[in-house]
């Protein structure tokens, strides 16, 4: 796709999902095509300034020429009041003041993508893990995820967790530890350093998670890999009426993971809508023009 076609005529509806690293922009035209796509920095309500978040989107609409939007839906964590939602969609509405303004957090982006129009339970297992119910318009929590420290149960950064508490307890059989060494820096001063002063310490734990996973062929990485997702499972997911309503799951992790999790989840009796990849995916077919 040519980045550098002018598309100003074609600019009907933008979609933008956020994470704290980088932040996803498709372009879709008056027919639901998909006209453009690229890249921007991160954008966290949480713990960027406001200002900083203004000057990424005018950066983004002015240089790679999106005029005459008729549509603008934004996705991105810290959006936890209307207050937020007020200012960022002031913000929006002085670049694209004919557009339709959406501004949402990251967990209605991921049950907008896994279950589009219709109820159902969305799950993010990514480097983090949520969960929510989502009813077609509005979602609700029964579990809170907790973060990396309490919570994040399913995630990679999680089975990041287990795996280093086991090695520094000399509990990982001797071939998976020398792998390890090969591949890391597995010295205690290193891995302390990695989860409690590195810039992103859940960064670096779900770093861990591709080695991890390449050897699930091994007894004690399958037993450490299904763990982590029955505790997903079983503290999550099953508070939730999974009788009645499917599952969409989003996320890497969980899409890289899928083939190990859909014989754990036919166990537990959930139904899975779907796996996606990229919460940026789903949501271009919820945007999609009705025409």
């Not at 009796?269 to 919820?286: N, Q």
Request: hydrophobic share 40%; proline share 4%.
């Amino acid at each position: 796709m040519n980045n550098n076609q002018d598309i100003t005529l074609h600019a009907q509806i933008v979609i933008v999902e956020s994470g704290a690293t980088k932040s996803d922009w498709r372009v879709l035209d008056g027919d639901g095509k998909q006209v453009k796509q690229f890249l921007r920095s991160g954008m966290n309500v949480s713990t960027m300034q406001l200002s900083g978040i203004k000057d990424i989107i005018s950066e983004a609409v002015g240089s790679e020429g999106l005029h005459g939007i008729l549509g603008f839906y934004m996705y991105t964590a810290g959006v936890v009041t209307d207050a937020i939602r007020g200012e960022l969609t002031d913000a929006v509405r002085d670049l694209c003041p004919d557009a339709r303004i959406d501004i949402q957090n990251d967990l209605m982006g991921a049950a907008r993508s896994a279950c589009g129009h219709s109820p159902g339970i969305a799950a993010i297992l990514g480097t983090g893990s949520n969960t929510c119910f989502y009813d077609g318009i509005t979602l609700s929590q029964k579990v809170y995820s907790g973060g990396f420290v309490i919570g994040d149960d399913g995630s990679g950064a999680s089975l990041g967790r287990l795996f280093l508490s086991d090695f520094i307890k000399g509990i990982v059989p001797e071939a998976v530890a020398a792998d390890f060494s090969r591949e890391f820096d597995s010295s205690y001063a290193a891995i302390v350093e990695g989860v409690y002063r590195s810039p992103s310490p859940s960064g670096y734990l779900g770093s861990l998670a591709p080695f991890i996973i390449a050897r699930y062929g091994d007894p004690y990485i399958k037993e450490l890999v299904d763990n982590n997702f029955r505790r997903f499972i079983d503290r999550s997911l099953l508070r939730y009426d999974v009788k009645d309503y499917p599952v969409g799951i989003v996320g890497g992790f969980g899409w890289a993971c899928r083939d190990i999790l859909r014989p754990l989840l036919d166990r537990a009796g959930i139904r899975v809508s779907r796996f996606i990849k990229a919460p940026i995916d789903g949501l271009c077919e919820y945007h999609k023009p009705v025409c």
